[in-house]
Nanobody, 124 residues
């Protein structure tokens, strides 16, 4: 079992920044790719970014490329998402997820464990 707990969400003005963190507990954290997804009201959950277990490879959705940075600390079992130049359309619940494997993937079906989510609201 892998338990994921997100933190760091909140209300921020457009143009601001937030750093989301995800603390993982349980086995096999370091053998899995980790991802961040988000879901806005009335919309499907969408891929934001992913990182492989070594941290050497990352992937980003076009909508956040250049504004988001994912990182992980395997010694601390944490993965973080730094979001800059936030826009109102970034408003969503952000979820941390642990992949079924070490491959970078954007589909929700590739991720086996999910956190409870943290709300990010960007005001214009």
């Amino acid at each position: 079992q892998v338990r994921l707990v997100e933190s760091g969400g909140g209300l921020v003005q457009a143009g601001g920044s937030l750093r989301l963190s995800c603390a993982a507990s349980g086995r096999t954290f370091t053998s899995r790719a980790m991802g961040w997804f988000r879901q806005a009201p009335g919309k499907e959950r969408e891929f934001v970014t992913a990182i492989n277990w070594s941290g050497a490879n990352t992937a980003y959705a076009d909508s956040v490329k250049g504004r988001a940075t994912i990182s992980r600390d395997n010694a601390k079992n944490t993965v973080s998402l730094q979001m800059n130049s936030l826009k109102p359309e970034d408003t969503a619940v952000y979820y941390c997820a642990a992949s079924r494997s070490d491959g970078l993937a954007s589909g929700t079906y590739n991720y086996h464990y999910w956190g409870q989510g943290t709300q990010v609201t960007v005001s214009s």
